[in-house]
């Protein structure tokens, strides 16, 4: 594969699934300085990845297995990486559309970012609708395993939005319903 | 039902405005990262590699060529070649085991894991060295009969580098105890 097609699918790649990536971003990080500098290692790899991609999965796949796994590296050296790379982080690459914010949607993430890193992983697994054997592959653990999770997040998300007067999933429904 | 809820709620982001992405700067960002791609556990090799090569050669030829041959220079001299060599092997080792984990976060973990492990035994191997090195130095200079002053001086520089490794060891021991932690965390 020449640098130019490793270019050009990697520019395919960034104008599909900018969504997904941003997306991935949120879930790790908190700041936008952060986002940005998660954002443009997960860019790095995904990047180095291109010529090993056999295409023997969905590329929305192959994406989020590059990209948890670089955002679980990441959160290891988070603080190594707001000390040394401050400064070249403070050109933002990733912006998110100037829209009203979304309580509910911010409440979620606010929930996820309490939780620690594998669980917060396989939310975002969860919430992106993938199976327990695509998550037993892309984490590299047992569906078993994958399953005893997914059932321990689900019951803390839910015990967690009930306690939840404005934002909570009962709360939320109603919002749905009758948005003020 | 409340789980419909929750994905219900972040799928919304899915239909907000495109987000925008500075791809110039991120091309630039790039580039810029692979330039600076030498990592320092393979910079470390490097100059223990060169270290231990051009310091063994250069008290072989010393002590060669000197009227006053000291037979623990010479054993200095075998030392660093021998240490060289162990680094060469390691290196090579150390890139052919990256080839080996399997991609997914387990994966990951399991070469971060093994990069730790082998950070922290190579640091501890550097602090014994210290003692080795300074102990045949010592010998050495009492077998040439230098001045006192330099035996005192070789005594500090070398637990100055016993203590300075010292350090360094405890910070690889930590990074690799965060990463059995998060190992524990992924396999509870």
Known sequence: MTTQDQ???????????KGLFFKIVRTYAV???????????????????????????????WIYRIAINTA????????RHRQTEGLEAAQILLMEPAAVADERLTWLYEEIHQMDVIDRSLTLLLLEGFSYKEMADIMGITESNVGVKINRIKKKLIVRSQKQDRYGIGGSKKYMEHPE | MELEEVKNIWSTQNKKMPYSIDTAELHRRILAKKAKAVKVTSLSELVNIVVGL???????????????HSFFIYCYSVWMFILAILFIAARIRR???????????HGELQHGLAVAGYQVKLSKLMRWNNIVIGGLIL???????????????????????WYVSGIENKYYQRQKRRLEELRDLLNA
């Open chain 2, 54 to 68: 051009g310091a063994g050669t250069f008290t072989l030829w010393t002590n060669t060529t000197s009227k006053q």
């Open chain 1, 7 to 17: 270019e050009y699918i990697f520019r395919e790649w960034l104008e599909q699934y």
């Open chain 1, 31 to 61: 700041t936008a300085m952060d986002m940005d500098d998660l954002f443009q290692e997960i860019a790095i790899q995904v990047w180095r990845s291109i010529p090993v991609w056999k295409g023997n999965c969905g590329v929305s796949t």
């Open chain 2, 95 to 105: 890139k052919s085991a990256g080839r080996q984990y399997e991609r997914s976060v």
């Open chain 1, 72 to 79: 679980v590296s990441w959160t290891r050296n988070e603080k």
């Open chain 2, 139 to 161: 010998f050495g200079l009492w077998e040439t009969a230098k001045p006192w002053w330099a035996t005192v001086f070789i005594i500090v520089v070398f637990s100055l580098g």
